[in-house]
């Protein structure tokens, strides 16, 4: 893309209205526009990242044994209704009447939804076990927004579903979502750290949430420093296997939320306790049967008893990660993006556009990058080199590559790697295999 034709709002000043900084980057970077209290446009530059985070999301969701659906954002309040959790929710849950006088309701999870599917279609253990996910965007109606993506009210989330027969094989598909999880955060250049958590509204009788660790995070946690050096599954993960050791492995060590910690607790490990803080990016739950049971979600089994599912729910926050990644990664001029999620790998920046020697080399390799599939950004702008810099910088894109008529004389152009800030120069002709070998 070339940024003279790209739609790119940037600010060169922090908007009043942001308070931390994943909101001030993305709103200076053109990722985002406010529509309403809590609601974001999504503009192409945060648009590209964040299909770019569904893909790792979906892939991994795949690789575990989870197929995909799509499910409605409104859904009747019946289901609710039978569910018992209709009256429950609270004022988050934004309660709809359509022109026939049902009550519907937008939906801010689908627990409900997905019983109901499954309790039509599947009556025998021979069709179990099932694990489905969709990845759709949901409603919370936060009584006071902030922070912008990361407490708004309508937001991108997977939830994925499983269903069992029993407690037993109910585990291994929690296990399978808990491995999947550490290698989707860490695909995502990010460090989730599993830690035992309240089930809240969603219910059940076993839970983790996944935090990444955040200077500006909105919890504190208690972290034994040997979990950021744990290996994450690899590619060749069987999720066929027993994935318990994995599971027991991470959950091992002291991990706590400051609303789980209590005073004194790890203090045996001294200086091996690391206290900071963290964004919560991803909540697994298993709670049995307390959606199929009220719902009528049951099947035969071998021995021809009906037997109510056994259920689990798995959420990661998909728009929520945009400004988690942020927060865990940025610096005083501008975001820096993992390569995996960034808008483009490559800002091809033309220090002096209008020159002939300078356009044709820049359009060079701006056509050889993006033919090898290598994404490229072109600032063929008229904008000074001074505030090219800055504006490459704000928006993160993980390498910077540099053509100005001094470079040309010698047959060079200056390589930037955005996140160290080393700078190298490479050969105008060794430019495109650099990328892309």
């Known amino acids: 893309m070339r940024l003279s034709q790209y739609f790119l709002p940037t600010l060169k000043e922090n908007p009043s209205e942001a308070q931390i900084v994943s909101h001030r980057l993305m709103l200076r970077a053109g990722m985002v526009r406010q529509s309403s209290a809590g609601i974001y446009s999504w503009l192409p530059m945060g648009l590209r990242v964040l299909r770019n985070i569904e893909k790792i999301v979906r892939e991994e969701q795949d690789r575990a044994g989870c197929q995909e659906i799509l499910m409605p954002?409104?859904?009747?309040?019946?289901?609710?209704?039978?569910?018992?959790?209709?009256?429950?929710?609270?004022?988050?849950?934004?309660?709809?009447t359509d022109r026939h006088g049902r009550d519907m309701l937008y939906g801010p999870t689908?627990?409900?939804q997905i019983t109901d599917i499954v309790r039509t279609e599947i009556q025998s253990y021979k069709d179990l076990p099932k694990m489905l996910y969709h990845i759709q965007w949901k409603f919370r109606d936060e009584v006071r927004p902030r922070f912008g993506i990361m407490r708004g009210r309508e937001f991108l989330m997977k939830d994925s579903y499983s269903f069992d027969l029993d407690f037993e094989s109910s585990k291994r598909a929690y296990n399978k979502m808990f491995v999947a999880y550490l290698?989707?955060?860490?695909?995502?250049?990010?460090?989730?750290?599993?830690?035992?958590?309240?089930?809240?509204?969603?219910?059940?009788?076993?839970?983790?949430?996944?935090?990444?660790?955040?200077?500006?995070?909105?919890?504190?946690?208690?972290?034994?420093?040997?979990?950021?050096?744990?290996?994450?599954?690899?590619?060749?993960?069987?999720?066929?296997?027993?994935?318990?050791?994995?599971?027991?492995?991470?959950?091992?060590?002291?991990?706590?939320?400051?609303?789980?910690?209590?005073?004194?607790?790890g203090a045996e490990l001294g200086d091996k306790l690391l206290e900071a803080r963290g964004i919560e990016v991803g909540h697994i739950?298993?709670?049995?049967?307390?959606?199929?049971?009220?719902?009528?979600?049951?099947?035969?089994?071998?021995?021809?008893?009906?037997?109510?599912?056994?259920m689990g729910s798995y959420g990661i926050g998909v728009s929520r990660l945009i400004g988690a990644i942020i927060e865990a990664s940025h610096d005083d001029n501008g975001i820096i993006w993992p390569e995996s999620v960034a808008p483009f790998k490559v800002g091809l920046i033309n220090l002096k556009?209008?020159?002939?020697?300078?356009?044709?080399?820049?359009?060079?390799?701006?056509?050889?990058?993006?033919?090898?599939?290598?994404?490229?950004l072109l600032d063929d702008?008229?904008?000074?080199?001074?505030?090219?810099?800055?504006?490459?910088?704000?928006?993160?894109?993980?390498?910077?590559?540099?053509?100005?008529?001094?470079?040309?004389?010698?047959g060079m152009a200056e390589v930037k790697n955005r996140a160290t800030g080393e700078k190298i120069d490479v050969a105008i002709d060794q430019i495109v295999a650099k990328f892309t070998a």
Not at 76 to 94: H, I, V
Not at 285 to 310: I, R
Not at 363 to 372: F, G, T, V
Request: with cysteine; glycine share 12%.
């Open 353 to 376: 556009s209008g020159d002939e020697a300078c356009d044709a080399t820049c359009d060079k390799i701006y056509n050889e990058l993006n033919a090898a599939g290598c994404e490229t």
């Open 183 to 265: 290698r989707t955060f860490d695909r995502l250049g990010l460090r989730g750290i599993p830690m035992q958590a309240d089930t809240g509204p969603i219910g059940g009788d076993l839970s983790h949430e996944f935090l990444v660790l955040a200077e500006t995070g909105e919890s504190g946690v208690f972290v034994h420093k040997d979990l950021l050096e744990f290996d994450i599954p690899g590619d060749d993960i069987d999720y066929d296997d027993d994935l318990q050791p994995i599971v027991d492995k991470w959950t091992s060590l002291y991990a706590a939320t400051d609303e789980k910690h209590e005073d004194g607790a």
């Open 73 to 96: 954002t409104i859904q009747p309040a019946e289901l609710w209704q039978k569910s018992g959790r209709y009256d429950d929710y609270g004022k988050e849950m934004l309660r709809i």
């Open 285 to 310: 739950f298993h709670f049995g049967s307390k959606y199929s049971e009220p719902m009528g979600a049951t099947v035969m089994d071998k021995n021809g008893d009906t037997v109510p599912l056994q």
């Open 110 to 112: 689908n627990e409900e």
């Open 381 to 410: 702008t008229s904008e000074r080199a001074g505030g090219k810099f800055k504006n490459m910088d704000l928006i993160g894109l993980p390498w910077q590559v540099v053509i100005g008529p001094r470079g040309l004389k010698n």
